[in-house]
């Protein structure tokens, strides 16, 4: 079992739509979550850190759930320019992240 | 803030040359930064994670001797591809981490070798 493990979609969805994804991470001793988007041959950006107590930043919701390993993204009132791969990434322990192999979102007009 | 700057960001070079890509941050220290990988439609593989004066730690599988990487300062870190070959094209991003939890990417820099 991968260490991160996101589904790749594609998620193919319409403006104005609302679209969740999620992020299982194997080890329980994981200390740090991040959300993070990258478009097509840039770099990835961070997008928010996922809290315990879930946070929400404007259209974004980020959730944490330890009890069953996931963490999960959000996106209302989808935008043309939502469009991009989603990368989770997982602090275990020093600074080291370790990363989901992302997940696709396309947003249609 | 939290500006990571990556250069170059594109080369194109002969199989058998060296290539040197410089990570700076430009507005906090990075007192770890971390080199990656990427190629097309597949997701960030983690080469080595650097520390400020101190030797870089390489993943498994991870050559040090071909991608060698110095941390000379809080700021720079640089990474030289040796005897390049066209396998080693690639997507190169480094990241940078200091006092905050986040890390951040520069805009990497993409290898062609011919």
Redesign the interface.
């Known amino acids: 079992r991968k260490e991160v493990e996101q589904d790749p979609g594609p998620f193919n969805v319409p403006e104005g739509a609302t679209v969740a994804f999620n992020c299982t991470y194997s080890n329980s001793a994981s200390q ?1 979550f ?1 959300w ?1 988007r990258q478009d097509c ?6 997008l928010m ?1 996922v809290y315990s107590s879930g946070n929400e930043d404007g259209r974004f919701t980020a959730q944490l759930n330890r009890a069953s390993q996931y963490i999960s993204l959000l996106i209302r009132d989808s935008k043309l320019s939502d469009s991009a791969t989603y ?1 989770c ?1 997982i ?1 275990n322990a020093g ?8 997940t696709r979102l396309m947003v249609k007009p | 803030g939290a500006v990571v700057s990556q250069h170059p960001s594109r080369v194109i070079c002969k199989s058998g040359t060296s290539v040197k890509i410089e990570c700076r941050s430009l507005d906090f220290q990075a ?2 930064m ?1 080199w990656y990988r990427q190629f097309p439609k ?3 593989m ?1 080469m080595a ?1 650097s520390n400020e004066g101190s030797k870089a730690t390489y993943e498994q599988g991870v050559e040090k001797d071909k991608f060698l990487i110095n941390h000379a300062s809080l700021t720079l870190s640089t990474l030289t591809v040796t005897s390049a070959h066209p396998e080693d094209s690639s ?1 190169y ?1 480094c ?1 940078a ?1 200091g006092v905050r ?8 820099t ?1 290898l062609t070798v011919l």
């Open positions: 740090s991040f993070y041959r840039k770099e990835p950006k961070l850190s990368l990434a602090n600074n080291m992240l370790t990363f989901g192999g992302g | 007192t770890t971390f597949q997701s960030l983690l994670t997507f991003i990241s981490k939890r986040e890390q951040f990417f520069g805009p990497g993409r």
